[in-house]
C-alpha cells in the first residue's frame, strides 16, 4: 500500500515540505494549493476558486476534480 497525503490550505501544512511528500506518496491538495505548489490531485468545490483554476490553465493540464465542469 503506497502512501496519500490530503493538503489543506491551512497554516499548519506551511512547516511542512511539500516536495518530500510527493517522493512518498500521491499528493491530493485543496483550492488554491494549486498557486504554490502541484500536488498529483486538486480538489475543488467553491465555486469561485474553481473558476480561478480553470481559468488560470491549470485545470487543462492537471488532474483536478470539482462539483461539476464550469
Known sequence: MSAA???GNGVSRLAVDLSVLKSRGRV???NALY???EPD???STDK???HEIQ???YAQKHLMYTRKPL
Do not use: K, Q, W
Open 28 to 30: 491530493y491538495g485543496c
Open 48 to 50: 469561485g476558486i474553481s
Open 41 to 43: 490531485v486538486l480538489v
Open 5 to 7: 497525503f490530503v493538503l
Open 35 to 37: 498557486r504554490e505548489f
Open 55 to 57: 481559468n488560470s490553465g
